[in-house]
Nanobody, 121 residues
């Protein structure tokens, strides 16, 4: 069973930093694209960063470049998201996603339950 468990969220003051973790289990870690998304109150879920299969490439949404850093530890099946210079607008639930190509060319998506990040002004 594919499982993704996020952790590391919390309440921080503006300008602070957090490192979010996504612990994966139940699948071959390097065979999946692992991504971070976030969803702020009243807004649609948006992509933050993603790690390609085998971790060869890391990409960021244009608006996330600079303050967000994705890293991973394949030995621990864990992906991290370091966020620096937090702003109140970063307040959101941060989700981990694992994606792979399934039968008939369809993408299979798995989601964690998310971790809440709240940034106070």
């Amino acid at each position: 069973e594919v499982q993704l468990v996020e952790s590391g969220g919390g309440l921080v003051q503006a300008g602070g930093s957090l490192r979010l973790s996504c612990a994966a289990s139940g699948f071959t870690f390097d065979d999946y694209v692992i991504s971070w998304f976030r969803q702020a109150p009243g807004k649609e879920r948006e992509g933050v960063s993603c790690r390609s299969t085998s971790g060869l490439t890391i990409a960021y949404a244009d608006s996330m470049k600079g303050r967000f850093t994705l890293s991973s530890d394949s030995a621990k099946n864990t992906v991290y998201l370091q966020v620096n210079g937090l702003k109140p607008e970063d307040t959101a639930v941060y989700y981990c996603n694992a994606r792979t190509l399934g039968s008939f060319g369809r993408w299979l998506d798995y989601w964690g339950k998310g971790t809440q990040v709240t940034v106070s002004a």
